[in-house]
């Protein structure tokens, strides 16, 4: 044993982190080494020292103070796998979807006790504005990568166009949840502004576009083959009318 | 994005925060400035926030402290680097001024005792600061510092002979005991 190794094991016995054999050796050895003993003072010392000076530094009010502001500055999200993109795309179509369905009802589309039911759908696209979890979407500016896309995922086939030539580019697609059945979303984007076309299947008969607008937010709702389709945008509605002809031709 | 939902905030509020002491201790001591401590506590305590997510349980302490102690050894690389060198060449001695008159004012001894503490090197003094004011295990010194259990035994061996020997100049060791 060298003399360093010797000199750890005082201090490693005086720390009780020797094993239980080691620590009965040791306190043998004790008994007849008067340099250990004395080294075991100097612990001793060292340790009385530090503890009863009093230098702990407990951390200061302000630090506690600021640390909690960090805390608070944290904004409250859920994990985010996706691209921040589907972020703002959710919380922009719920916050449009919310407005639509609070347009309908201002507008009386629907009848009264369709009220109910379009509550619960106006509180789940709330806390989904809210607490938006992980995104069911693709980004694509190619019409059959996302028609497949929504195609596996829906019950009903949709059409889906880049109209970029017209003014109107292809973002992507997207799923939600509407009355308990799934909604396709498609985004298109008009000179810098988003339109979320939501696309769900209807029993009801085909109609001309009907247009509406609330709190700055335009839409225009038209059925044509069992399919319903609204889109919704701060976009002008002479624009969100020439996109209704677009996707109604093409279909 | 590695913000914290409320729960994990709220989580993060019971486990980490009680050990806000013990992070801005280890700070003071290894930046030797209470001013600098508290900025890079707080930039610990906000990377401990990012990286709660992957903390797994456990000792939160040490989970704690060895963000501190990175986040400091970050800082010193930055800002001091000089400091760092001692750890590996072990050159300058603590060697705390004489202060011959007054012993017997435990401030005095108190200053004593800081000025031999920041003498030593960072790794010593981390061990020493981890074991003799916050009561950690070999174990858990290891895993703050992230270095093995027998340098641990060896480091926190040289720091107690070299705090020991600054200390026992003529006069200091009958302050020390009066404190």
């Known amino acids: 044993m060298d003399c360093e190794h010797i000199c750890t094991i005082i201090h490693v016995y005086f720390d009780h982190e020797l094993s239980a054999a080691s620590d009965a050796k040791f306190k043998l050895h004790l008994e007849h080494c008067s340099d250990c003993v004395a080294d075991l003072d100097a612990c001793d010392l060292v340790r009385d020292s530090l503890q009863r000076s009093h230098i702990y530094a407990h951390a200061p009010a302000l630090l506690q103070r600021n640390i909690r502001a960090d805390l608070r500055s944290f904004a409250p999200t859920t994990a985010w796998s996706q691209p921040l993109w589907w972020y703002w795309l959710a919380a922009v179509a719920a916050l449009l979807f919310v407005t639509i369905l609070l347009g309908r009802v201002g507008h009386g589309l629907r009848g009264d006790d369709y009220q109910a039911e379009l509550a619960g759908e106006i509180v789940d696209a709330h806390v989904r504005s809210l607490q938006p979890g992980p995104l069911t979407g693709i980004a694509s500016d190619d019409g059959r990568i996302v028609k497949g896309w929504l195609d596996a995922k829906l019950k009903f086939a949709i059409a889906v166009r880049n109209f970029a030539n017209e003014g109107f580019a292809l973002q992507g697609g997207r799923l939600d949840v509407m009355e308990g059945r799934s909604v396709a979303v498609l985004v298109y984007e008009r000179n810098g502004h988003p339109i979320n076309v939501f696309i769900w299947r209807t029993r009801e008969p085909d109609t001309s576009p009907r247009a509406g607008s609330r709190q700055g937010f335009q839409w225009v709702d038209w059925r044509k083959g069992k399919i319903e389709f609204c889109a919704v945008s701060d976009a002008d509605l002479v624009d969100l009318e020439k996109l209704h002809q677009l996707i109604s031709s093409s279909a | ?179």
């Open chain 2, 1 to 179: 994005m590695n913000d914290l939902d409320a729960e994990n905030r709220l989580r993060f509020e019971q486990l980490v925060l009680p050990h806000v002491d013990a992070a801005f201790n280890l700070a003071r001591w290894l930046l030797r400035s209470r001013a600098d401590a508290e900025d890079v506590a707080q930039e610990a305590l906000l990377r401990a926030c990012r990286f709660f997510r992957g903390f797994q349980g456990g000792d939160v302490r040490a989970w704690l402290l060895q963000i501190v102690r990175n986040t400091c050894y970050s800082w010193l690389d930055k800002n001091r680097p000089r400091e760092l060198m001692v750890e590996f060449h072990e050159e300058l001695h603590p060697q705390p001024a004489a202060t011959p008159e007054s012993m017997a004012i435990a401030d005095e001894g108190r200053e004593r005792l800081t000025r031999a503490l920041e003498t030593l090197p960072p790794r010593h003094r981390a061990v020493l600061v981890l074991r003799e004011l916050e009561g950690c295990s070999y174990k858990e010194i290891a895993a703050i510092t992230s270095i093995p259990i027998g340098t641990v035994m060896s480091s926190l061996s040289r720091a107690r002979r070299q705090l020991h020997s600054a200390l026992v100049n003529p006069g200091c060791k009958e302050l020390l005991r009066g404190l």
